[in-house]
DNA sequence: CAGTGGTCTAGACCACATC
DNA sequence: ATGTGGTCTAGACCACTGA
């Protein structure tokens, strides 16, 4: 089954006619891949067969395998460990897209975050901010959380969070009852979906007196606010959030 | 990036003793070929020689030199056409590491930067919080490099940038003189420093008097301080340097 | 046309993790 | 001991570029 200089008369793995005939078998291969991830062959975690495996099933070489998978890895999909194996990555893993998230102290020590407190869940009409951040159309339902983030007595984070009803039905009640840890961790095994990407715009304002009150800090205070659209990986946005920071005994890092 | 792992039984291109031993033969190359970039060997723009002919000066295989040079373009270093050629980034300032620099407006277009206005350069001692961020000694000697960012009508950033007397010397001098739309750029031609990465840290304060009159905004008004130290090749920090934005026209976007 | 990078193969040996 | 990914080789043919 295996030709000897592919290229320009290639099959295309079975059954996938999305792409493009004559993309290079490496692309074929990522794009089989990444199919066969969001069917959810491969939950997050489970590992992938190997190069091999994969080879011997594809009809490709192992080194045409290898660069799709390494496109996957650069690519923040799949984690590849040395000795042990290929896995779908997972929040409840290691895998984190990039963000502020991070929180150091002014000496520069990184602060355990020890608390994730959930003050509200509730379903709500989107309103334009939310809409345009989520791309649904107004008056939409969505979920609306609210968290605070803490780090030893203080409260470091305002975090409000939007998921779209059409997406994640009933989000609201399952966090309220989950209190999750990681938000995304549950998407992935309540809803199925990876986050895979954040786009993240940073401003700086003045806080709200319900916010200071809740991050315990004087009215007017300066704050980061940290605004975060997070992708799945067909590239469509699940969330919209919001990331009230306060900064004076704590900062953020680029990660 | 990608992962690597040394592998044993390997030469060391030749007389290139910066390079740990162990390290990969691609890591080699890679760091062989920066090298002789930051020497000088090739200009921006040139073209360096072929896969084939570096593969044979080196006495490894092609796929290993290939290897090396796909990092360098995955890192920006280098230009890659097919059917043409390598070649050097024509300018140096396309070799970015991420940064917050992109500016948007509250529409989400891109604003072009129009103007690097540099207000003040001049060599003072460090104090305390420059000479921890280069990790030098308090009172050693740096320059002091204060720049306007202009964007339109409006003043976006007000960078202050400090660079340690001991590696960049009389760089006050020289910014005054060149004025340089990038101040990497000048470092790589300069002093033949490449820096290759970034560790940024983010704040919100409010505005100093002197800010707020370079910035003409209002006393009081809430900024975006970014405060990053930048790292050559080596790892060792070359600048550091505090930017403060004004975000009620404008936001900062990871990039 | 000759030369370049881009793709692909089929092996080899290594370091590493797990059992 | 087995199986994994990581490195490296030495070839092949392709598509594209320019003279």
Not at 86 to 108: E, L, M, W
Not at 130 to 155: E, F, H, P, Y
Request: charged share 25%; net charge positive.
């Amino acid at each position: 089954m295996k030709r000897s200089h592919p290229s320009s008369t290639n099959r295309i793995v079975p059954d996938a006619p999305p792409s493009v005939p004559s993309a290079p078998l490496y692309r074929q291969v990522r794009e089989d891949l990444i199919r066969r991830v969001l069917k959810g062959e491969w939950g997050p975690g489970a590992m992938l067969p190997s190069e091999k495996q994969l080879a011997q099933d594809y009809g490709h070489s192992q080194g045409t395998v290898r660069k799709a998978l390494m496109q996957l890895f650069d690519e923040g999909l799949v984690i590849r460990r040395s000795g042990r194996g290929t896995f779908v990555a997972s929040h409840a893993g290691q895998y984190k897209p990039a963000s502020f998230h991070p929180i150091y102290d002014n000496g520069g020590a990184r602060v355990v975050e020890d608390a994730s407190l959930y003050v509200r869940c509730e379903r709500i009409a989107a309103k334009e901010r939310v809409a345009a951040g989520l791309k649904i159309a107004v008056g939409a339902g969505v979920s609306q959380i609210l968290r605070l983030r803490r780090s030893g007595s203080r409260t470091a984070v305002v975090e409000t969070m939007y998921l779209p009803e059409e997406l994640c039905p009933d989000a609201y009640a399952l966090v309220r009852r989950e209190r999750p840890q990681s938000l995304y961790a549950l998407l992935e095994q309540a809803y199925n979906i990876l986050i895979t990407d954040v786009d993240e715009r940073v401003r700086a304002r003045l806080v709200t007196d319900d916010e200071a009150a809740l991050l315990e800090i004087a009215p007017q205070s300066p704050v980061l606010e940290i605004e975060r659209t997070a992708l799945s990986l067909g590239g469509h946005p699940v969330e919209w959030r919001t990331m009230v920071c306060e900064t004076s005994e704590f900062y953020y890092r680029r990660s």
